[in-house]
């Protein structure tokens, strides 16, 4: 199979299992998603869907929001983790997007990459399911799918990234991310993978792996 022909596998494959493919974090504006990305950080979308009202329920826009303190902030959002961190990035960003774009979430990557405990990922998220302007988020679950379909090197997800946007068509991006992030949780996670209900790996995987986890599954 070309590389070609794997990648329009891996289109097909997940098109067929996720025509319909839904966004894991609860939102209802860019800003409500932008606050919700970043609480999703080493934290499983269950769980921020879990806080987010609670949080949305005393502010679900800036304004409101930096009428909170950094404390009142991390007292809402502990069970996600990482909260004093997250609770001044929430803070901050609030007072930035008051301050410098009238309470709007800009949809613009490089503009929403300066605002504190705002990453690459998180502004790719927000470019591509708040405004969809193509881009490909990088998580680990895509990170893993890639190496494992032996479509990037696995070295970074910066290189992941690079090499998602060169061999998938960009009008399919957005979509694809969602579907990725879908597949792996259910068909090739990091934890109890079972290659058989992993067709794609199954299909294009690389080979090195794929026997190493069927001498692991004998054993």
Known sequence: ?????????????????YP???????HKDPYTLLIAVLLSAQCTDVRVNQITPLLFAKADNPYDMV??????????????????MKSKGIYGLSKML???YNGEVPADIKALET??????????????QAFNIPAFPVDTHIHRLMFRW??????????????????????KWNKLHLQMVWYGREYSPARGWKLEKDIITK????????????????Q
């Open 115 to 128: 605002f504190p405990a705002v990453g690459h990922k998180t502004a790719s998220v927000v470019m591509s």
């Open 150 to 171: 032996n479509l990037s090197s696995g070295k970074s997800v910066e290189q992941t990234e690079k090499d998602a946007k060169k061999l998938f068509p960009e009008d």
């Open 20 to 26: 319909n493919v839904p966004i894991p974090l609860d």
């Open 98 to 100: 008051i301050e410098q």
């Open 67 to 84: 009428k909170l303190s950094i404390e009142e902030i991390a007292d809402i959002i502990r069970p996600c983790g990482l909260s004093p």
């Open 203 to 218: 299909t294009i995987g690389k080979k090195s792996l794929i026997n190493e986890l069927l001498k692991t599954n004998k």
């Open 1 to 17: 199979m070309t590389k070609a022909e794997k990648v329009q596998f891996v289109i097909d494959t997940l098109e067929e299992l």
